[in-house]
């Protein structure tokens, strides 16, 4: 019990010591005469990153579905919301309908997020 206690009043007293400096923090920027900044757009990028173009994979979700269905592992993957996932597991694929609207959505290319 003393352990709990003094390690819960460690943990208080690093917080507040962490989040307060004791002393005035001057900052000033430094320049440099030869900076140079080029504006690129995001269609640039895009094009000099192909991987960045692309979406989810629909196999690869497939996959999951049908490997790791039940523990939602497909919507994880696609990006769904954490509670929606929590409650997909809770109620075994929202009572197997949602599981099997899910595949079909995916294969589909219909499912939010692919």
């Known amino acids: 019990m003393k ?4 390690l819960t009043a460690f943990a208080i007293m690093l917080s507040f010591s962490a989040a307060y400096a004791s002393f005035p923090v001057k900052r000033a920027a430094v ?4 900076n140079v900044i080029e504006e690129s757009t995001s269609e640039d990028v895009m094009k000099a990153v192909p991987a960045a173009r692309a979406g989810k994979d629909k196999w690869v979700a497939a996959a999951l579905w049908f490997v790791l269905g039940g523990f939602a592992a497909h919507r994880w ?3 769904s919301p954490w509670y929606w996932n929590v409650l997909y597991i809770i109620t075994f694929g929202f009572f197997i309908v949602g599981h099997i609207i899910d595949i079909v959505q995916i294969l589909t290319d219909s499912y939010p997020g692919l």
């Open 31 to 34: 320049a440099t005469e030869n």
């Open 77 to 79: 993957y696609i990006g």
């Open 3 to 6: 352990i709990k206690f003094l």
